[in-house]
C-alpha cells in the first residue's frame, strides 16, 4: 500500500487513528525542494511595483507597504525588519582615564556606532597604560561579533578582563535590539484558519507577537541574502513555533543596512507562491534601499520585473 509506505517513511501522518493522512514535516520538505525556480506573475510584479512607485519615498512608507502587500496576498503574517548594519562587530576602542582605578570605555561597532560606559579595575593604572591595551583590543578584536571575541578572549590580563566583559555587554544589548523594530501585518489571516481557532496554537502566536519575541524565533542564525529560506514545523528551533512554518530572506544592502522580509504561517501555507511573493518583495526593497544610499542599481523598478 502506497500511502502506508509513505506514512512509515514520514512523510504523511495521521493526527489521530480514525483521521485521514496529512503530509507530515518530511513530506512538506520534500514538496518545497522539488519547487525549483519560482517567480511571481509578471502581472503581480507590475501592480506591486505600482504601488511602491505611489507612496511616499520614505524607508517607513515602504516596509509598511510591503508588510501589508506581503500578508495580503499569502494570507498569512508577515513580518518586515528595519534595514540595520549587519551582525554588531566591533570597530575601534578608546579608553579614557577618569580615576586612578576607573576608565571611560569609547566603544566604535559597525554601522559608526559609538556607545561609552564605566568600567572599575582593581589596581591604579594609568593612562599610557589604557591607551596601550585600547591599541592591543583594536587590533585584536577589529571586525569580530561579540560571540566571536568570547570565544577569543583567553589569556587575557587582569586588566583586560574586565574592559572586554564591558564590550560583551554592551555589544549584547545592540544585538538584542536587532529586531526591536519592525513592520507586522496580517495576524488575523492566521487566527482565522481553523487549525488556530480556539486553541494553543493560536495564544502562542499571539503572545509572541504582543511580547515582539517573534523575530527573534523565526529569524534563522545563517540567514543569508539572495536565498529564501523556509523552515517547516520541527526544523524550527524554537519550540513555541514548531507547529509554524517560516519563509524567509534578507534584503538591503550587505555590511550597509541589511533587513529581514518574512512569512509564518501554518505548515499546509501555499510554499511556491509564498516564496515567490517574499523573494520578489526584497527585490523590490533591494532596488528602494540601494537607492537610499545612493546606488543606483535599476533605474525604474519595473526592470526588476521578470516574465
Same mark, same amino acid.
Given at each position: 500500500?502506497?500511502?502506508?509506505?509513505? &506514512?512509515?517513511?514520514?512523510? !504523511?501522518?495521521?493526527?489521530?487513528?480514525?483521521?485521514?493522512?496529512?503530509?507530515?514535516?518530511?513530506?512538506?520538505?520534500?514538496?518545497?525542494?522539488?519547487?525549483?525556480?519560482?517567480?511571481?506573475?509578471?502581472?503581480?510584479?507590475?501592480?506591486?511595483? *505600482?504601488?511602491?512607485?505611489?507612496?511616499?519615498?520614505?524607508?517607513?512608507?515602504?516596509?509598511?507597504?510591503?508588510?501589508?502587500?506581503?500578508?495580503?496576498?499569502?494570507?498569512?503574517? +508577515?513580518?518586515?525588519?528595519?534595514?540595520?548594519? &549587519?551582525?554588531?562587530?566591533?570597530? *575601534?576602542? @578608546?579608553?579614557?582615564?577618569?580615576?586612578?582605578?576607573?576608565?571611560?570605555?569609547? =566603544?566604535?561597532?559597525?554601522?559608526?556606532?559609538?556607545?561609552? %560606559? /564605566?568600567?572599575?579595575?582593581?589596581?591604579?593604572?594609568?593612562?599610557?597604560?589604557?591607551? +596601550?591595551? +585600547?591599541?592591543? #583590543?583594536?587590533?585584536?578584536?577589529?571586525?569580530?561579533?561579540?560571540?566571536? !571575541?568570547?570565544?577569543?578572549?583567553?589569556?587575557?590580563?587582569?586588566?583586560?578582563?574586565?574592559?572586554? @566583559?564591558?564590550? /560583551?555587554?554592551?555589544?549584547?544589548?545592540?544585538?538584542?535590539?536587532?529586531? @526591536?523594530?519592525?513592520?507586522?501585518?496580517?495576524?488575523?489571516?492566521? =487566527?482565522?484558519?481553523?487549525?488556530?481557532?480556539?486553541?494553543?496554537?493560536? /495564544?502562542?502566536?499571539?503572545?509572541?507577537?504582543? %511580547?515582539?519575541?517573534?523575530?527573534?524565533? !523565526?529569524?534563522?542564525? &545563517?540567514?543569508?541574502?539572495?536565498?529564501?529560506?523556509?523552515?517547516?514545523?520541527?526544523?524550527?528551533?524554537?519550540? +513555541?513555533?514548531?507547529?509554524?512554518?517560516?519563509?524567509?530572506?534578507?534584503?538591503?544592502?550587505?555590511?550597509?543596512?541589511?533587513?529581514?522580509?518574512?512569512?509564518?504561517?501554518?505548515?499546509?501555507?501555499?510554499?511556491?507562491?509564498?516564496?515567490?511573493?517574499?523573494?520578489? /518583495?526584497?527585490?523590490?526593497?533591494?532596488? #528602494? !534601499?540601494?537607492?537610499?544610499?545612493?546606488?543606483?542599481?535599476?533605474? &525604474?523598478?519595473?526592470?526588476?520585473?521578470?516574465?
Amino acid at each position: 500500500n502506497e500511502m502506508a509506505h509513505l &506514512e512509515q517513511e514520514g512523510y !504523511i501522518t495521521r493526527p489521530h487513528p480514525s483521521a485521514g493522512s496529512i503530509p507530515a514535516d518530511k513530506g512538506y520538505r520534500c514538496y518545497v525542494e522539488s519547487l525549483g525556480d519560482i517567480r511571481l506573475p509578471l502581472a503581480e510584479q507590475l501592480r506591486v511595483s *505600482h504601488l511602491f512607485h505611489q507612496v511616499e519615498k520614505e524607508l517607513d512608507e515602504w516596509l509598511n507597504l510591503a508588510a501589508t502587500l506581503l500578508s495580503q496576498m499569502v494570507q498569512n503574517v +508577515a513580518v518586515v525588519t528595519l534595514p540595520k548594519p &549587519e551582525a554588531c562587530q566591533f570597530k *575601534h576602542l @578608546e579608553l579614557v582615564s577618569l580615576q586612578d582605578s576607573m576608565a571611560l570605555v569609547i =566603544l566604535v561597532l559597525s554601522g559608526a556606532r559609538v556607545r561609552q %560606559q /564605566l568600567v572599575t579595575f582593581e589596581q591604579i593604572i594609568s593612562q599610557a597604560e589604557l591607551t +596601550a591595551i +585600547a591599541n592591543k #583590543l583594536s587590533t585584536a578584536y577589529a571586525g569580530l561579533t561579540g560571540s566571536q !571575541i568570547l570565544a577569543k578572549g583567553t589569556g587575557l590580563s587582569p586588566t583586560e578582563q574586565p574592559i572586554t @566583559e564591558c564590550l /560583551l555587554k554592551v555589544m549584547e544589548v545592540e544585538a538584542a535590539q536587532e529586531y @526591536e523594530e519592525h513592520y507586522f501585518n496580517g495576524l488575523h489571516f492566521v =487566527l482565522n484558519q481553523p487549525e488556530f481557532t480556539h486553541s494553543q496554537r493560536m /495564544l502562542t502566536l499571539v503572545e509572541l507577537v504582543e %511580547q515582539r519575541n517573534l523575530l527573534k524565533s !523565526i529569524v534563522p542564525l &545563517e540567514l543569508t541574502s539572495n536565498r529564501v529560506q523556509v523552515i517547516i514545523g520541527k526544523e524550527n528551533k524554537t519550540e +513555541a513555533i514548531q507547529d509554524f512554518s517560516v519563509v524567509i530572506i534578507q534584503y538591503g544592502l550587505p555590511k550597509k543596512a541589511v533587513g529581514t522580509i518574512g512569512v509564518i504561517g501554518p505548515t499546509r501555507m501555499p510554499y511556491a507562491r509564498t516564496i515567490a511573493t517574499v523573494s520578489y /518583495l526584497s527585490s523590490v526593497l533591494n532596488v #528602494l !534601499i540601494a537607492r537610499l544610499y545612493g546606488k543606483e542599481t535599476a533605474s &525604474e523598478l519595473n526592470l526588476n520585473t521578470t516574465n
